[in-house]
Nanobody, 124 residues
Framework: QVQLVESGGGLVQAGGSLRLSCAASGRTSSSYVMGWFRQAPGKEREFVVCISWSGGTTYYTHSVKGRFTISRDNAKNTVYLQMNSLKPEDTAVYYC?????????????????WGQGTQVTVSS
C-alpha cells in the first residue's frame, strides 16, 4: 500500500504561481509512475501530467504545456507540480496518483493509489 498526501494548494490571482507537493509513504521501494489529475466542480476528473520513476519521461496534457512542470525527488518520496501563469480555468481540486509501471498513463482508472486532493483557486 502507498499513501499519498498533497499540499501546496491555495488561492492565487491569474498569472500567479503555485507549487504542489505530493508526499508518498508506505511501500515506496517499488518503481511507481506518478500522476497529477484535477477535477473542477461539475466536471470529470482529468489528467494533467505524469512522470516516470526515473523522472526522465514526462507527459503533459496540452492545456498546461509550457506552464506546468512536474518533478520528483525519490530520496524524499515526493513529487512536485510547479504551476506558473495560472488561469481561472486551472481552478480545481488537484489529486496526486500512483501506480507501478513504466508507461504513460492518462486515465484515472490506470492508477491504484490516490491522495485526498488539494484545492487550487485562481481568481481573475
Amino acid at each position: 500500500q502507498v499513501q499519498l498526501v498533497e499540499s501546496g494548494g491555495g488561492l492565487v490571482q491569474a498569472g500567479g504561481s503555485l507549487r504542489l507537493s505530493c508526499a508518498a509513504s508506505g511501500r515506496t521501494s517499488s518503481s511507481y509512475v506518478m500522476g497529477w489529475f484535477r477535477q473542477a466542480p461539475g466536471k470529470e476528473r482529468e489528467f494533467v501530467v505524469c512522470i516516470s520513476w526515473s523522472g526522465g519521461t514526462t507527459y503533459y496534457t496540452h492545456s498546461v504545456k509550457g506552464r506546468f512542470t512536474i518533478s520528483r525527488d525519490n530520496a524524499k518520496n515526493t513529487v512536485y507540480l510547479q504551476m506558473n501563469s495560472l488561469k481561472p480555468e486551472d481552478t480545481a481540486v488537484y489529486y496526486c496518483a500512483a501506480r507501478k509501471g513504466s508507461g504513460t498513463y492518462v486515465l484515472p482508472t490506470d492508477y491504484y493509489y490516490w491522495g485526498q486532493g488539494t484545492q487550487v483557486t485562481v481568481s481573475s
